[in-house]
């Protein structure tokens, strides 16, 4: 489904050249919950982007569903995006004004989903992360956690086969931590939804079907 092939990624802060990624190899398919390891500046975001569609290799290919995200267009790329991805990221990057409820909606919105079968939808995922009796709140009025199991509604909403979650947990304490994951592994099991999700906590891995060890823009195993 997700195949990365001797990805190197530079960035360039002024004229110093920044190696973020160099020559990184892994692939993968459905129901797999993949954990991405490693210290702060390791190249876990970078290569989250990567297989996100938001950015593409300088140089090694990613592909997706056989295709390389470099010769995507634009429409391309966002399309892949809407339907085949979902993401998560550590700041739950909810809009503010919408209540929790309408942030799930969202995606839908765009993609010319009815708004009967849309309430359906939304009403059933939010049952499902445990936060029907906050449908109407907005993110100011949920806790960290609550706010996290919006994102992961809002995530889901499209349909995704694989879900990118940048640090789902670093912004929460250990035991909301844990229930997130814990909520992301059932729907793993229950869904069969793809999670690739990136974290400093090497404990996390005992969650995860694979985990990939990054240090200094390579993986270790
Ligand atoms: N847009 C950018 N411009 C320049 N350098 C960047 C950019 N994004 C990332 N980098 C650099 O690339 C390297 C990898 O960064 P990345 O954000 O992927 O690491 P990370 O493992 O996600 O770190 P953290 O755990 O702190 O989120 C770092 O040295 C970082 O400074
Ligand atoms: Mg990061």
Same mark, same amino acid.
């Given at each position: +489904?997700?195949?990365?092939?001797?990805?190197?990624?530079?960035?360039?802060?002024?004229?110093?050249q920044?190696?973020?990624?160099?020559?990184?190899?892994?692939h993968?398919?459905?129901?797999?919950?993949i954990?991405?390891?490693?210290?702060?500046?390791?190249?876990?975001?970078?290569?989250?982007?990567?297989?996100?569609?938001?950015?593409?290799?300088?140089?090694?290919?990613?592909?997706?569903?056989?295709?390389?995200?470099?010769?995507?267009?634009?429409?391309e790329?966002?399309?892949?995006? *809407?339907?085949?991805l979902g993401?998560?990221?550590?700041?739950? *990057?909810?809009?503010?004004?919408?209540?929790?409820?309408?942030?799930?909606?969202?995606p839908?919105?765009?993609?010319?989903?009815?708004?009967?079968?849309?309430?359906?939808?939304?009403?059933?995922?939010? *049952?499902?992360?445990?936060l029907?009796?906050?449908?109407?709140? $907005?993110?100011?009025?949920?806790?960290?956690?609550?706010?996290?199991?919006?994102?992961?509604? $809002?995530?889901?909403?499209? $349909?995704?086969?694989?879900? #990118?979650?940048?640090?789902?947990?670093?912004?929460?304490?250990?035991?909301?931590?844990?229930?997130?994951?814990? #909520? +992301?592994?059932?729907? *793993?099991?229950?869904?069969?939804?793809?999670?690739?999700f990136?974290?400093?906590?090497?404990?996390?891995?005992?969650?995860?079907?694979k985990?990939?060890?990054?240090?200094?823009?390579?993986?270790?195993?």
């Amino acid at each position: +489904m997700i195949e990365v092939e001797n990805v190197v990624k530079h960035y360039y802060l002024g004229k110093r050249q920044v190696v973020a990624l160099n020559g990184v190899s892994l692939h993968f398919g459905e129901h797999e919950f993949i954990a991405i390891i490693g210290p702060s500046g390791s190249g876990k975001s970078t290569l989250l982007h990567l297989i996100g569609c938001l950015d593409i290799p300088t140089s090694g290919l990613v592909k997706i569903l056989d295709k390389r995200t470099d010769k995507l267009s634009d429409a391309e790329q966002s399309a892949l995006r *809407n339907k085949f991805l979902g993401f998560i990221f550590q700041s739950f *990057n909810l809009i503010p004004v919408l209540t929790a409820f309408e942030n799930v909606e969202y995606p839908l919105l765009l993609s010319g989903v009815t708004r009967k079968e849309r309430k359906l939808r939304v009403s059933a995922l939010l *049952n499902e992360v445990g936060l029907e009796e906050h449908a109407q709140h $907005r993110p100011d009025n949920l806790s960290g956690g609550q706010r996290q199991r919006v994102a992961i509604a $809002r995530a889901l909403v499209t $349909r995704p086969k694989c879900v #990118l979650a940048d640090e789902p947990t670093a912004n929460l304490d250990s035991v909301t931590g844990t229930e997130i994951l814990d #909520l +992301m592994k059932k729907i *793993n099991v229950e869904h069969g939804t793809s999670f690739v999700f990136s974290t400093h906590d090497p404990k996390i891995s005992q969650y995860a079907s694979k985990t990939y060890v990054l240090k200094d823009g390579v993986l270790l195993s």
